[in-house]
């Protein structure tokens, strides 16, 4: 084993940013970034947005061009498996039975998209391959049908509406996306596809799902070219339950990102990472902690003090609506809007106590910084003031 080997496994978006912070702080030992997928480093994303679509390229989703891993002495190896993690060797064992020695590993394992049982052949959105073959149905279908109203749901509802096809979505709660943004808020994303032509079928229970059917709990047979389940994902931690790491909704770490074993670390979708301001720990699955976790993670593997402190951030584009969130609704007592919530030009405030704890924009724009640093700021704010948007978002609070 070099002791100057830095492992990084998972070669996402977490991944590559995790190896090029350990670079960019000067790091000068041996990277070795391994992944299991044969394609580099890529955004997910664009795989339900741009690319599905046909409005950006392939290559756009790639976090760095081919020649970067090269250019940076950083050891890429595709198509390469990671069976488990011997710690007491300090070693990652691959599933050719070679082993990589390191002196400090991140995991960046990432989550995968939950199947539901008896549809292992339905599609499901998280790899280039899955995109592909959702592109080729709106190329060539007439009816998709959706099993799940979340996030990939819906942009991929909104994808293949614009592309002509019937859609149908099936949930099994009251709302779509019920429980990110509760019921005031849920409404719009409702009204925004039945408005685009969705089938939109809620409180519906799913008793079967194939490649080209859904078989309803009441019987009914939706035929459909092709079907998607997008019901959530789940942390990729067998790596580390097979280490004896500490796992609990993903791959438990401290504030530095730093888990159970003080040489490993963990970002990204799979990382259930303890918030300082939040007081609490918080798994997002979202590109933004994949994008910025990393150099956190990186500074911990350098002993260099960071911590991460981000607020949850997410954003989607639907058909003309494009939205931004930020914070964490959980525990919300009121919802207050700003601006016109018809056109779907407005603000949405999530306040508890008081104060606010989550904001979205939608057609809004320029106004994610002073929703963190109301949140941030934890003052309580003038209700009244805080719907009326020619009041500035700085001189809302009341103490």
């Known amino acids: 084993m ?88 300090r070693e990652a064992v691959l599933a050719d039975g070679s082993r990589v020695g390191y002196a400090k590993l991140l995991l960046a394992t990432g989550a995968e998209p939950r199947v539901l049982p008896g549809a292992e052949n339905t599609v499901r959105l998280r790899r280039f391959g899955d995109t592909e073959r959702l592109r080729q149905v709106l190329e060539t279908g007439s009816k998709l049908a959706v099993v799940g109203a979340g996030w990939i749901g819906l942009e991929v509802a909104s994808a293949a509406r614009q592309a002509g096809l019937d859609v149908v979505v099936l949930e099994a709660l009251e709302l779509p996306l019920l429980p990110a943004l509760g019921r005031e808020a849920a409404r719009v994303f409702a009204d925004l596809h039945r408005e685009h032509g969705v089938d939109l079928r809620l409180g519906v229970r799913v008793a079967e799902a194939g490649p080209d059917h859904v078989r309803l709990g009441d019987g009914e047979r939706i035929e459909a070219d092709a079907v998607l389940v997008g019901i959530g994902a789940v942390p990729n931690t ?25 040489d490993i670390f963990a970002a990204g979708d799979v990382a259930n990472a303890y918030h300082p301001s939040l007081g609490r720990h918080l798994r997002v699955e979202h590109w933004a902690s994949a994008l910025k976790q990393p150099a956190i993670a990186a500074a911990g593997m350098l002993g260099l003090e960071a911590v991460y402190d981000e607020l949850p951030y997410f954003y989607t584009d639907q058909y003309d609506l494009g939205m931004e969130y930020t914070g964490l609704s959980d525990g919300y007592d009121r919802v207050v809007f700003r601006g016109d919530v018809e056109a779907r030009e407005f603000i949405a405030f999530w306040l508890k106590d008081g104060k606010v704890v989550a904001g979205m924009n939608v057609n809004v724009w320029d106004v994610t910084d002073p929703i963190k640093d109301l949140i941030r700021s934890g003052s309580t704010v003038d209700s009244a003031r805080l719907a009326d948007p020619s009041v500035p978002l700085t001189e809302v609070g009341t103490g």
Do not use: C
């Open 238 to 262: 067998a790596l580390a339950e097979g280490a004896g790491l500490t796992v609990d909704n993903g791959i438990q770490v401290d504030a530095h990102l730093r888990t159970s074993d003080p």
């Open 2 to 89: 070099m002791s100057s080997t830095y492992v990084i496994i998972g070669a996402g978006l977490a991944g590559a940013k995790a190896a090029e912070a350990l670079r960019d702080k000067g790091f000068d030992g041996r990277v070795v970034l391994l992944g299991d997928e044969h394609h580099r480093p890529y955004e997910r994303p664009p795989l339900s947005k741009g690319i599905l679509t046909g409005k950006a390229e392939r290559e756009s989703a790639f976090v760095h061009p081919e020649s970067w891993y090269s250019d940076h002495d950083v050891d890429l190896r595709l198509g390469t498996r990671v069976t488990a993690v011997d710690r007491s060797a």
